[in-house]
């Protein structure tokens, strides 16, 4: 059975890891997010979940407003083509469901096979804020702890820059608009 927020918050406290959580509405889009959060600091994510084609399994963790191209993400991570991972791989290696995406799904993924990519602009936040295993709440961690959480985990995180700036238009042939997971 996979964990729950409150499972998390004792892992995160059982590591002293400081952490916040604000609850609001079910969010699914960053432009959900950024219009129903409030004014929550520090940076916000958007997870793409994506599995190569030798089904070795990605957690990319950008900013929320990242571009990050597909087409050249593979090279930049030395692996196959990308394709998203499905629903069922989702929910059995992170135990969570699409619009819930987050970094703290790595509590569920106890023989870690997901390979964690976090952006490395989004690590020039102090805080970074990620959903907690639900999408109607917002969990603010500082950039420390969440490095600290994900090796407690089993994952050790790379953190690479994958985006390439701000969003586009989703009409720019090839860049991510997929915003499953954003706080």
Sequence with gaps: MPATPDDLFAFLDSLGIAHTTV???????????QAL????????????FLKDKRDTVYLVVAPEDARVDLKTLH?????????FGSAALL???????????????????SR????????????????????????????????????????????????ERVADGPAQDPTDGGVDRLHSGAP
């Design 23 to 33: 609850t609001h509405p079910p969010l699914f889009t960053v432009e959900q997010s």
């Design 37 to 48: 959060r409030g004014t929550i600091p520090g940076g916000h994510t958007k997870n793409l």
């Design 112 to 159: 870690a096979r997901v390979n964690v990519v976090l952006d490395a602009g989004l690590m020039e936040h102090a805080v970074i804020n990620c959903h907690p295993l639900v999408n109607t709440r917002t969990t603010s961690i500082t950039r420390e702890g969440l490095v600290k959480f994900l090796e407690a985990t089993g994952h050790m995180p790379r953190i």
């Design 91 to 109: 929910e059995e290696l992170l135990g969570v469901t699409p619009g819930a995406v987050t970094a703290f799904g790595a509590i569920n993924d």
């Design 75 to 83: 090279h930049r991570l030395g692996a196959s083509r990308f394709s």
